[in-house]
Each structure stands twice: as C-alpha cells, then as structure tokens.
C-alpha cells in the first residue's frame, strides 16, 4: 500500500490469469478496493437463507398414558433462499417431553431439505381433559425469518385394562374307534377394555405352552379396543386324528399396554 498525500493506492500481485500468474505488479486506487468491498458485503447478504417448514407444519401425537417413548414423527426444514446460501439450523424443543434428533440440520444448499425426528416422552405424562401444547423453534444465524415455531399438539389417552368373560374354555369330544375326531364346535369369550372412556387396548393373543397343537387358532390374535368396548375372539379346537383319551390344558394370555399388563384365560380339552 502507498499512502500519497490524500491518495492511497494498493499493490496487487500474483494475479492469475487465463495464461498464467501476472507477476507484474498493478496498482489499483483505495477507493476501487473500498467499493470492491463494500459491493462483496452487500453481495454476501444477498445469499442470506430462508426457513421453510414441511407440511402440514404441526406435529399431533396421541399417547398412552405413562408409557414412556413414542414412534416418532418427522420435521423437514428446506432452505428457501436463494442460489449461494447455506442453511444451518438449531431445533430447540419447549418442553422436555418434546425429544427433537438431531437437534441441528446443518449445510443446506437452495432447495435442499433436512430431516429431524420428534417424539414424546409420555413417562410422566398425565391423561387430562385438554391436549398438552408443546413447540420446536427452528433457529438460524442469517436466515431472513429465524426462527420458525412448529406447534406440536399431545393427546394423553388414559391406560386401558385387560379383562375377559368367561375366565375359561372348556372343549369334550368322544373319541372315534378309528378315523379322525368329529368337528367340535367352536366357542368364543369376550376381551374387555375395561378402563375409561378415552382409553386404547392394543391386544396380543398368544399360546403359553408349546405341545397343544389341538388348539388350532384363537381369532383375531391381534388388535385394539376402545375403553368400555369388547371383541369376540373365537377360539377353534381339533384333536389330530390318533390323539388319546385324556384331559389337556393349555392357557391363552392376552396382553397389552394396560394397567393390570395381561390375563391368561385357561383352555381345557376333554377326549372321552
């Protein structure tokens, strides 16, 4: 740099052209350089990014109460600015049952998205009368419209209980002299939700033991049932043909998130 009276000016060297580096040296006015600048600044602010939020731009989550971690829904955040930017975001979470990974999308070019999921915690989370309001700020340095605020919105169902009727099954046939076993007619028993109004049992039927292949099937094996509500399942029995006399036991359980876990409804087979 040369300082002249009021004048100042810049030496610039080494600079490369199509046909090599230029050693000559050119000197260029201070006002040039100021204005080159200022004209960069200006430029650099022009690249600034933008926030877009995915649709539906709210996140809803319905929950049992208590249960702990829920499946997790996604949040996309694009960048809408214009070519040359860069997106980098912060996800901050409201609450601390609100669960946000990973917590920053970072490096996003015009147009490209970024992914993050958001669970809820329902561990200490009770079932009340209106929803939970919870919120994930979407935050960056530069953007033209940080933050972004997602509303999320978590109903608290209250815990179901597992109930049947009649507590047993109780199966007779007469043994054939040969050939197979005639058709024994099938029985059911209801599986109750006995919690509140508002509760969801989400069922699993299954056999305790693993000898009983007289007890052909129990339908549905599987589903929900609402709070106050019951499903029919049918409980279907064949001897295999060659089977002896005798009395044979084995136990259906029924489970699900509830507040008494499962009951086990005993199966008896009597072959005459």
Not at 111 to 119: H, I, K, L, M
Not at 161 to 177: E, G, N, Q, R
């Amino acid at each position: 740099m040369t300082v002249s009276g009021m004048n100042v000016t810049f030496q610039v060297t080494d600079i490369l052209s199509p046909y090599g580096i230029l050693r000559d040296s050119i000197p260029i006015p201070g006002e040039v350089i100021q204005a080159m600048a200022a004209e960069i600044t200006t430029l650099a602010g022009s690249f600034a990014p933008s926030i877009v939020i995915g649709a539906p731009g709210a996140l809803s989550f319905t929950v049992d109460e208590g249960f702990g971690i829920s499946d997790s829904l996604p949040l996309v955040v694009t960048n809408g600015g214009v070519f040359g930017s860069l997106l980098s975001a912060a996800l901050t979470p409201s609450a601390a049952y609100t669960l946000v990974s990973p917590q920053a999308l970072g490096g996003l070019q015009q147009n490209e998205s970024g992914t993050a999921q958001v669970r809820v915690d329902s561990t200490n989370l009770l079932a009340v009368g209106s929803p939970y309001a919870a919120s994930v700020s979407v935050s960056a340095v530069g953007a033209t419209n940080s933050p972004q605020v997602v509303p999320v919105t978590i109903v608290v169902r209250p815990k179901a209980t597992v109930a049947v009727l009649p507590i047993s099954l109780s199966f007779s046939v007469v043994a054939p002299v040969s050939g197979p076993f005639p058709a024994i007619p099938t029985q059911g028993f209801a599986l109750q939700n006995t919690g509140p109004v508002g509760s969801l049992l989400t069922f699993r039927i299954e056999k305790l033991g693993a000898c009983s292949d007289w007890l052909i099937s129990f339908l549905p094996s599987s589903g929900s049932v609402a709070g106050g509500s019951s499903q029919t399942i049918t409980v279907t029995v064949a001897p295999p043909e060659g089977m002896l006399q005798g009395t044979y036991t084995e136990t259906l359980r029924v489970s699900g998130y509830s507040t008494n876990g499962f009951v086990d409804i005993p199966i008896t087979l009597v072959i005459t």
